[in-house]
């Protein structure tokens, strides 16, 4: 069983930057892969990142390459999501996600994928 809990979210001007920070309680943090997840008004859940259990691998879809880079510190259990050049249409809840028993390098794009989840973080990007 694990816990997760988001936390950086805010307000913040179109160009500027976030980082969203994603604690998690219980044991084998090391060996879950880890996910970031978003929402808008209106909208399905959508992915924006993901980073393997060993860290090797990362993936970001098109709509935030290049601006969205994720990361971990399994010594504090916990993965980062940095955001750069927000865009208002980036004005989401954000969530993160843990998904056990991949293979390594394994970067799931899909929310079935995963087992556990956080409650969000709201970020709103202003134009």
């Known amino acids: 069983q694990l816990q997760l809990v988001e936390s950086g979210g805010g307000l913040v001007q179109a160009g500027g930057s976030l980082r969203l920070s994603c604690g998690a309680s219980?044991?084998?943090?090391?060996?879950?892969?880890m996910g970031w997840f978003r929402r808008a008004p209106g909208k399905e859940r959508e992915f924006v990142a993901a980073?393997?259990?060993?860290?090797?691998?990362?993936h970001n879809p098109d709509s935030v390459r290049g601006r969205f880079f994720i990361s971990r510190d399994d010594a504090n259990n916990t993965v980062y999501l940095q955001m750069n050049s927000l865009k208002p249409a980036d004005t989401a809840v954000y969530y993160c996600?843990?998904?056990?028993?991949?293979?390594?390098?394994?970067?799931?794009?899909?929310?079935?994928?995963?087992?556990?989840w956080g409650q969000g973080t709201q970020v709103t990007v202003s134009s």
């Open positions: 996600a843990a998904s056990w028993g991949l293979l390594a390098g394994s970067t799931p794009a899909r929310d079935f994928e995963y087992d556990y």
């Open positions: 219980g044991p084998g943090f090391s060996r879950y892969t």
């Open positions: 980073i393997s259990w060993n860290g090797v691998s990362t």
